[in-house]
């Protein structure tokens, strides 16, 4: 069973960045299509972006299109989530997902824990 692993969530404050990462424990993983989501309290868990396999197509949440990227370096089976000029919305626990087969923005059949992310204003 592949395992997924987020890092690098923290508390920072509204403005600031932060670049979240996710490695998955089988070689296996390096090539599928990833994604981000995000849970705050209280609300559902939403799609934040996505990346193909290949990485040559990405895909953005309104919310965060402009401020968010997402990159991945296969070599290393580990996809990125670069968040700029966070705002306290913006606070949520962060999952990646990631699928062989599926690219886009739901469908996905493998999970991460995720980890916190807190923007202070």
């Known amino acids: 069973q592949v395992q997924l692993v987020e890092s690098g969530g923290g508390l920072v404050q509204a403005g600031d960045s932060l670049r979240l990462s996710c490695t998955a424990s089988?070689?296996?993983?390096?090539?599928?299509?990833k994604a981000w989501f995000r849970q705050a309290p209280g609300k559902e868990r939403e799609f934040v972006a996505a990346?193909?396999?290949?990485?040559?197509?990405?895909y953005y949440s309104d919310s965060v299109e402009g401020r968010f990227t997402i990159s991945r370096d296969n070599a290393k089976n580990t996809v990125y989530l670069q968040m700029n000029s966070l705002k306290p919305e913006d606070t949520a626990v962060y999952y990646c997902?990631?699928?062989?087969?599926?690219?886009?923005?739901?469908?996905?059949?493998?999970w991460g824990q995720g980890t916190q992310v807190t923007v202070s204003s």
């Open positions: 089988e070689r296996t993983f390096s090539s599928a299509h």
């Open positions: 990346i193909t396999s290949s990485g040559g197509k990405t």
């Open positions: 997902a990631a699928d062989p087969s599926i690219a886009g923005t739901s469908g996905y059949q493998y």
